[in-house]
């Protein structure tokens, strides 16, 4: 199997040509004519999962956020971006990310928390012409906001969720992987009451009467992706070696420390 078939899989169904400006996703390492005899998919390409991917034969890694994604002046010991780097050119590990195309697809990274939400009536949040950032959709039936933070942290398994001050009635949900404090706005613009996300910070969450935040982690709200790829490339390649990490569940470099 050649490294360019399973990036042509990823890339008809989320086009490298949709990702934004800044964003480095497609091969990273390697070369499309490069073959592989099996694939390891994580959520970063970290040292770990190189280490994995090394002990399980596994010559290609999948991740959603890219190993290479701002300049790299130096490739040293010690750091994991430098680390990694070196364990995939020495062991001739092709790398590949889909970042933010496959957060512009609703079969993605949004369209998944939607779906886990059980939205209704599921567009883009950012509508680029069938592709963008985000969705917006309706509820099976309307939550009072502290009803809403019982029904997410139970959809999605979480022990923790930052939020602002409840509302009394949630109809229409706004949701975005990742970082979208920048997109706030546009949940509003689309009729939400509620927008679930990451990486809010602290004055993002004074907000006008009759809406609310909830911050339910950057991992937590992209790692189904993982499944996704893995679905992809299994449907595409039945017989093909393909596998998420098994060290997934606890590669969250984020901890938190809940009181009992």
Not at 26 to 32: E, M
Not at 43 to 48: F, R
Request: proline share 5%; hydrophobic share 40%.
């Amino acid at each position: 199997m050649k490294a360019g078939e399973i990036a042509a899989v990823l890339e008809q169904w989320a086009p490298l040509g949709i990702q934004e400006q800044w964003d480095n996703s497609g091969l990273v390492i390697g070369d499309p004519s490069d073959e592989v005899r099996g694939v390891l998919i994580g959520l970063d390409c970290t040292p770990e999962l190189m280490d994995e991917a090394i002990r399980k034969g596994c010559d290609m890694v999948v991740t959603h956020h890219p190993l290479i994604f701002r300049g790299v002046k130096r490739i040293g010991r010690g750091d994991p971006v430098s680390e990694a780097i070196r364990r995939a050119v020495e062991n001739g590990i092709v790398v590949y990310a889909a970042h933010t195309n496959a957060d512009k697809v609703l079969e993605g990274v949004s369209g998944a928390m939607a779906r886990r939400l059980d939205l209704r009536g599921v567009t883009p949040l950012l509508d680029e012409g069938g592709y963008g950032l985000g969705a917006v959709g309706d509820l099976p039936e309307p939550l009072s906001g502290e009803e809403a933070l019982r029904y997410v942290a139970r959809r999605f398994g979480l022990r923790v969720i930052r939020y602002s001050e409840p509302v009394p009635r949630i109809h229409r949900v706004a949701v975005l992987g990742g970082s979208g404090a920048g997109e706030m706005d546009l949940a509003w613009k689309e009729g939400a009451q509620l927008y679930i996300s990451a990486d809010i910070s602290y004055h993002h969450f004074f907000l006008p009467e009759g809406v609310m935040v909830m911050d339910i982690g950057h991992f937590e709200s992209e790692v189904e992706i993982t499944d996704i790829f893995f679905s992809l490339i299994r449907k595409n390649f039945p017989t093909f070696a393909v596998r998420v990490s098994e060290a997934l569940g606890g590669s969250n470099p984020v901890r938190y420390y809940v009181v009992k």
